[in-house]
């Protein structure tokens, strides 16, 4: 079994910045690709990038780039997404996700954490 743990999430300001962690356990996940996905309400899921062994996070969609970065840590079977210049629209329930394949497709990821929502004011 893989078990995936989101934790940082809460209520910032525009403008401000958050730290995401995702603890796995039930196996060491250096061969598998991690990677986060958001659900805001009244959206479809939204892809925000996944990153290998060895970063740097690619798959990036334009509304987070440059502002959102995924890094991990092989040694303590994590990955964390920093958050900055936080905007409203990025308030939504942010997943953890893992596979052994690369994708940039919700339905490629087969192991999801619980999520942790994220609450961005004006």
């Known amino acids: 079994q893989v078990h995936l743990v989101e934790s940082g999430g809460g209520l910032v300001q525009a403008g401000g910045s958050l730290r995401l962690s995702c603890a796995a356990s039930g196996r060491a996940l250096n061969t598998y690709w991690l990677g986060w996905i958001r659900q805001a309400p009244g959206m479809e899921r939204e892809f925000l990038g996944t990153?290998?062994?060895?970063?740097?996070?690619?798959g990036y969609p334009d509304s987070v780039l440059g502002r959102f970065t995924i890094s991990r840590d092989n040694d303590r079977n994590a990955v964390y997404l920093q958050m900055n210049s936080l905007k409203p629209e990025d308030t939504a329930v942010y997943y953890c996700?893992?596979?052994?394949?690369?994708?940039?497709?919700?339905?490629?990821?087969?192991?999801w954490g619980q999520g942790t929502q994220v609450t961005v004011s004006s």
């Open positions: 990153i290998g062994w060895s970063g740097p996070g690619v």
């Open positions: 996700v893992a596979d052994l394949m690369f994708s940039k497709r919700i339905d490629g990821y087969e192991f």
